[in-house]
């Protein structure tokens, strides 16, 4: 079946450090891959999307390109800031007459001062 | 303001009690979905419902139940079947299979 696999937290950077949060997936077709963000105590956000190969979603200063020859979506930011501490999910969607997202496990990130 | 409203915040069930958790959007999406998330877990999908009357299981459907009567509600009840009940839960929304939006979500605990 489909599976998604984060990198494994806690993330602890410092302000204005460089972020990756590795994504890798397994799925039949040719799934659409998403990145969510989950701030304390809320529900999740979308923070980007791609939706075939090659695609390159970006939004705040988040980037992430769909990599089907290695089957990966990883997260980047260049700079990160305090208001960036959050969880991040990676999901995926195979479409084809699939409403279901599958989900990874999420990454939490603290950034510090 | 369009969105996905869940209610209450906080639930506490009581030992063979059924609880029903409120979801409501104003976004005029036909699909409604509930998940639930577990620490250091992600999401897991309970039942979902494309339109009006209809509702499929899944992956984790069991001591749960849904109605969808109305397009703009999707309310969960967790049975006294379920043993486990205490986690976070998320309902989200969409058009047809595009994106999903998420309310604030219910955290329910057992007493």
């Known amino acids: 079946g489909d599976s998604v696999t984060q990198m494994e937290g806690p993330v602890t950077l410092s302000e204005e450090a460089f972020l990756t949060i590795n994504c890798t997936y397994t799925a039949t077709g040719y799934p659409s891959l998403f990145w969510y963000v989950q701030y304390p105590g809320e529900g999740l956000q979308l923070l980007l999307k791609a939706t075939k190969a090659d695609d390159k979603g970006s939004n705040k200063g988040f980037e992430a390109t769909y990599r089907k020859e290695t089957t990966s979506f990883h997260l980047e930011k260049g700079s990160v800031q305090v208001s960036d501490s959050a969880v991040y999910f990676c999901?995926?969607?195979?479409?084809?007459?699939?409403?279901?997202?599958?989900f990874g496990k999420g990454t939490k990130l603290s950034v510090i001062p | 303001d369009g969105g996905i409203t869940q209610s209450p915040k906080y639930l506490f069930r009581k030992e063979g009690q059924n609880v029903t958790l409120s979801c409501e959007q104003n976004l005029n999406h036909d699909a409604m979905y509930w998940y639930r998330q577990d620490p250091g877990q992600g999401l897991r999908l309970i039942y979902y419902s494309q339109i009006v009357n209809d509702f499929q299981k899944g992956d984790i459907a069991e001591g749960y139940s849904v109605s969808r009567e109305k397009k703009e509600s999707f309310p969960l009840t967790v049975t006294s079947a379920q043993k486990n009940p205490t986690a976070f839960y998320l309902c989200?929304?969409?058009?047809?299979?595009?994106?999903?939006?998420f309310g604030a979500g219910t955290r329910l605990s057992v007493l």
């Open positions: 999901a995926l969607s195979t479409g084809a007459g699939s409403y279901q997202l599958t």
């Open positions: 989200a929304s969409s058009i047809g299979k595009n994106i999903q939006y």
